[in-house]
C-alpha cells in the first residue's frame, strides 16, 4: 500500500475545533483510505533527488539530459553493468553514496572515471582512514584516495556543475565556479550523488512547523545545522524536537533532518524508540534520548544513503488520541527509511 496523503477524519489544515481528538485519515494511492490514532512518517527522501546544479537550482540542460544522469548508488556491478562498463562516467557529489559507485566503477575494465566535486579538497570523503570510528566508513575512504592517487579515477575539485548539454550520444558538463572560471567533462553517463530532498506533499494538510532553511522541525534544526554540525556531533533528540502543532504526526529518519546532510541511521533509531515510547504514553523514556555517536572521521555529505533502504513506512501507532485505539497501520510510502 502507498500512502499519498494524509489528513484529518472531517478536518482540512484550517479548522481546529476538535481538531486533535480527530483520527488521521490516510488516502492510499488507487483508491480506499486508512485511520490511523498517530502517524510516523518515516517515508524518506528517495523520492526526491537533488538537482546537479551548484546554486540549488536545476543546471541549465539538466531535464533535457535526463536519460544520461543516474542518481545515487546504481548497480554498477550487477543489473546496470552495461550502461557503465568501458564507458567515461562523471560521478558529482562527495558523499559516501558517492564514493561506494566511485570505488565499484573502479572495478569495471576499460572504464574511465571523473569525480567531481565543489570543494577544492576530498578530504572530507576520505575521512579518518585507519582511525575512523566507523572502520567501514575509514576503509572507503582510503581505498578511494589510493585510486585518485594512483589516477584510476580522475578528480575535479572546485567544481560547480553550471550546465548540460547532449551531443551524438554523450554529455558534456560545464562548470563555472564564483569566479567566473571554468571546467569541461564530457562522459557518456552522469551519476548524480548530490543528496536529496524532503516532500511534505504527503502532509500538506497537517500542521507542520517548519524550519524555513532546512525543512526539518524548527526546534531540531539548531541541533543538525550542516554549517555548525556533522553528524557525529549531533547532540541526542527525540520526541519533543520531532514533534509538530499537529498532535500525533511525527516525520522520522532522513526525512526528519530536510536538507541537512547530517543524519546517521543510529539516530533514526533513537528517534523512533523515543516517539514510540511517548506514543505509548511513557514519556520518561520517550525523554530519556541517548545517543553515542563517532566523532572520528566524516559523516556523509549528502542524504543519498536514504536510497539504500528503498521501503519507507508510514505507520499509524495508537497513542491515546481516539478513546478506541485504531488499527496499526504499515504502508509503502515511496521512501527510504532512516538511511
Not at 502507498?2 to 488521521?24: C, E, L, N, Q, Y
Not at 580522475?154 to 567566473?180: C, K, N, W
Not at 513506512?313 to 496499526?328: H, N, R
Request: charged letters at 20%.
Amino acid at each position: 500500500m502507498k500512502i499519498t496523503a494524509i489528513s484529518r477524519v472531517g478536518h482540512d489544515r484550517i479548522r481546529t475545533a476538535g481538531r486533535d481528538g480527530a483520527p488521521f485519515l490516510l488516502r492510499l494511492e488507487g483508491g480506499g483510505e486508512l485511520r490511523a490514532s498517530a502517524v510516523i512518517d518515516a517515508s524518506g527522501t528517495y523520492t526526491t533527488p537533488s538537482v546537479l546544479g551548484a546554486d540549488g537550482l536545476p543546471a541549465y540542460g539538466e531535464a533535457q539530459a535526463a536519460p544520461f544522469v543516474d542518481h545515487a548508488l546504481p548497480d554498477v556491478l550487477g543489473a546496470d553493468r552495461g550502461s557503465y562498463e568501458g564507458k567515461h562516467t562523471l560521478v558529482v557529489g562527495a558523499g559516501h553514496s558517492a564514493a561506494t559507485t566511485l570505488l565499484a566503477l573502479a572495478e569495471l575494465a576499460d572504464t574511465r572515471i571523473t569525480w567531481a566535486i565543489r570543494a577544492q579538497n576530498a578530504g572530507r570523503t576520505y575521512g579518518g582512514g585507519g582511525a575512523d570510528a566507523l572502520p567501514a566508513r575509514g576503509a572507503l575512504g582510503t581505498r578511494l584516495r589510493a585510486h585518485v592517487d594512483s589516477g584510476r579515477i580522475t578528480l575535479a575539485v572546485g567544481f560547480h556543475t553550471y550546465s548540460i548539454t547532449e551531443d551524438g550520444g554523450q554529455v558534456t558538463v560545464i562548470s563555472r565556479g564564483p569566479s567566473g572560471a571554468e571546467q569541461s567533462v564530457t562522459a557518456d553517463r552522469i551519476v548524480a550523488a548530490t543528496g536529496y530532498r524532503p516532500d511534505h506533499s504527503i502532509a500538506a494538510e497537517l500542521r507542520l512547523d517548519l524550519d524555513p532553511i532546512l525543512g526539518s522541525t524548527r526546534a531540531l534544526a539548531p541541533l543538525i545545522d550542516p554549517n555548525q554540525h556533522s553528524c557525529g556531533t549531533v547532540p541526542a533528540h527525540g520526541v519533543d524536537e520531532l514533534a509538530h502543532p499537529e498532535s500525533g504526526y511525527y516525520a522520522v529518519g532522513v526525512k526528519s533532518y530536510g536538507r541537512a546532510p547530517t543524519f546517521l541511521m543510529a539516530t533514526g533509531y533513537e528517534q523512533v524508540r523515543s516517539v514510540a515510547a511517548a506514543l505509548a504514553g511513557d514519556w520518561e523514556a520517550a525523554r530519556d534520548v541517548q545517543l553515542d555517536l563517532p566523532e572520528t572521521g566524516v559523516c556523509s555529505s549528502n542524504l543519498a544513503e536514504a536510497q539504500e533502504v528503498r521501503v519507507g513506512l508510514a505507520t499509524g501507532i495508537s497513542g491515546g488520541l481516539p478513546a478506541t485505539p485504531l488499527p496499526l497501520v504499515t504502508a509503502d510510502a515511496g521512501g527510504g527509511c532512516c538511511g
